[in-house]
């Protein structure tokens, strides 16, 4: 479409600003199901945008049509649309930054232009030593999934931005079981480079992990030190993850309404929203809106530092946007929580009476963004005097996102990227209620 012509249109038909906002991106996906080629997909979607001031009003519309015989709809659609508004947010084009961080690395072309048919055989191979790997393995699937995605934002007032970005996860899930027991165990590799999906080790990995969860029970009811793993702390933290959002707090969704500066989490804790984290598809140097992106600590070692806005939002609260508006939504990029100084295993070692949470099940439905209480199923192991032992599974740990993170009281050095889109350590909580036999 010829955006130029789109905005000449406008113009002349009274809109005072109009931007587009123009996406594309393309899907490669590849599962493999007890050793055979399940699923090859290859998918291109694009997406135009167009946002358009008439009258002080926001008029919007959405076509997958790249054509100039819509742009007299288009525009007939913007003044119709913009009519009809009874929202009293100002309508803001922005008119931009003058300056916008480069991130280097967010596309990788070797990804890109790796054959199809390496990729189908590294998932075959990831299948074949999942098999290999125990004798109690009955069922195996593996998938990878790549994309790569570009987004454009042009408007009247001059702005004209460009990103582009891919990225894969590679990864599988088992069911083992014995003649007493049946478990499933399922981990994913996020990067964009093909030597970073190092499939013997993860299949170690995944399978070793079922095994162990076999003949799991039920504790007994009480308080324990709990250390999450990164996968279940990721989980947990996405369902809370909107609580930063200042449209969530101006509509009393969050219970961070009102607790700016004040502590929330132990001085273990610090949250960051990342948009330029290497081998994340989310990073972008510049946000829907055309709003520069930027690091910012959401949570710097306890204390409540900012929340995230879009342009309407800051201009409520009369502060600057922080670069999150994403369509309708104001959210984070890549929420990561800061590594600290421990080792995974000293995690453990500290834990006298306890338990390593590995996964937790059922977060949104089960965690309250407004209260932050939350009681979720959760699987793992017992730990006594730092020696990990029996199995868990059927057991309900509940508490309060806020009390949970004041008690932090250790973080693991190391970091994972979840398929949530967050970036965790393993944590060490002083005690929380547990729920079993």
Known sequence: MNIDKLFKVALERGLSDVQVFLSNSNELSIEVFEGELDKYEISDTSSLVVRGVYNGKMGSYVTEIMDDSLIDEIVEHLIANAKVIDSLDDAIIYEGDKNYVTVEGLYNEELANTEVSKKIEMAKNLDKLFHEGSPLVSIAQTMYQESSKTVMIQNTKGLKLFNKVNSAYFGGDVIVKDDKDQRTNFDIIIANEMSDFEYEKLAKEIVEDAVKQLGATPVPSGEYEIVFGPIALATLLSAFQNIFSADAVHKGFSLLKGKLNEEVGS????????????????????????????????????????????????????????GNGFGTAVSAINLVMLPGESTKQELIDSVKNGIFIKEVQGAHAGANPVSGDFSLQASGFVVKDGIIGAPVALITVAGNIISMLKDVVMVSNELKMTYYGITCPSIKVKSMSVSGK
């Open 267 to 322: 001085d273990k804790v610090t949250l960051v929203d990342d948009p330029f984290l290497k081998k994340s598809s989310s990073s972008r140097s510049f946000d829907d809106e055309g709003v520069a992106t930027k690091y910012k600590e959401l949570i710097s070692k306890g204390v409540l530092k900012t929340y995230l806005h879009n342009l309407v939002t800051a201009k409520k609260d009369g502060v600057e946007s922080t």
